[in-house]
């Protein structure tokens, strides 16, 4: 698999986020097995395909917590997640803050950015 196949796939994930991509399409897209996909992708990107997303996902959620003034729950269903109570799961476990927390307080947090593959 080329370095361009991974940026492929890096891209796909990125235009995909709000859809919840699956490994399986992504696959899909680049031609190439699920098992492979995964390997490498976790290679080059150094988190599984699974944490990316979730990471990602929550990195854009934390970014709209902070610049907008959208509600809590339509912030969590527009990044993927089925509730307002598995965001905030989600949230505590990665920033130690619930959402609301975070958005009163801004503290500094760890934004989880698009990955960079290197040729």
């Not at 080329?2 to 919840?20: D, G, R």
């Not at 390997?39 to 990471?55: A, C, L, N, P, R």
Request: include cysteine; charge should be neutral.
């Amino acid at each position: 698999m080329s370095i361009k196949t991974i940026e492929n796939m890096v891209n796909w994930v990125e235009q995909n986020l709000e859809k919840y991509p699956t490994l399986e399409e992504m696959s899909d897209f680049v031609g190439y097995s699920p098992c492979y996909c995964s390997t490498k992708f976790h290679e080059y990107v150094g988190v599984s395909f699974k944490d990316y997303i979730q990471k990602r996902q929550l990195s854009m959620a934390a970014v709209a917590l902070q610049k907008t003034n959208y509600r809590i729950i339509d912030i969590a269903i527009q990044h993927g997640f089925s509730s307002h109570e598995a965001f905030t799961r989600a949230f505590v476990r990665v920033y130690g803050y619930t959402p609301s927390q975070y958005r009163k307080l801004l503290p500094e947090i760890l934004i989880f950015d698009k990955a960079q593959i290197d040729f």
